[in-house]
């Protein structure tokens, strides 16, 4: 590596260590649980459970937290069953929308994008997803703050068959 090429991965890397510091500081309203809370405007919905929002002029992508949606776009599996109408569901939730982000424990995974709970006003998508049967629990610790929620939505959505789980 040339003196050059380490300087500008440093820089890089100093770069992206900045935009992380910023991001913690434009997260400036604390829950009551400790985890940050603040608002942004859905730019993109990506699937079931991934959105891209604005907010500060930066654009994140966001990951839901605590569940799982078929996927549309992946790079082994390809499209699953359920995909496109578990997207079509968020969609119909958040786009173009201001929601309300909600932090946990980690803030991000391994991919980089940002881990939320998101809200449009007083209802929390994570859970609508879940509870229409577009999603099933994922709990990946320490973001567990309403994996109990979940698994008591999930249960109820299979039982009464409801989105995966309606007979077709």
């Keep these: 590596m040339t003196p050059l ?32 809370v603040f608002t942004a405007t859905v730019v993109r919905v990506v699937d079931g459970d991934t959105i891209k929002v604005r907010f500060n002029d930066r654009t994140e992508k966001v990951r839901y937290i605590g569940m799982d949606t078929p996927e549309t ?14 997207t079509a569901v968020n969609r119909r939730l958040v786009d173009g929308k201001t929601v309300r982000l909600e932090m946990d424990v980690q803030e991000r995974d391994r991919y980089g994008r940002l881990l939320a709970y998101v809200y449009v006003g007083n ?17 990946i610790p320490p973001n567990v703050k309403y994996a109990s929620l979940f698994v008591k939505l999930h249960r109820e959505a299979r039982e009464a068959g409801r989105g995966l789980w309606a007979s077709h």
Excluded: D, F, K, W
């Design 123 to 139: 209802l929390m998508v994570n859970a609508e997803l879940v509870r229409l049967g577009y999603a099933q629990v994922m709990t």
């Design 73 to 86: 776009h992946h790079p082994t599996r390809g499209e699953e069953p359920g995909g496109r109408e578990a």
């Design 5 to 36: 090429t380490r300087r500008r991965a440093a820089l890089r890397s100093l770069l992206s260590s900045l935009t992380l510091l910023g991001l913690i500081l434009a997260l400036a309203t604390s829950s009551a649980a400790g985890g940050q």
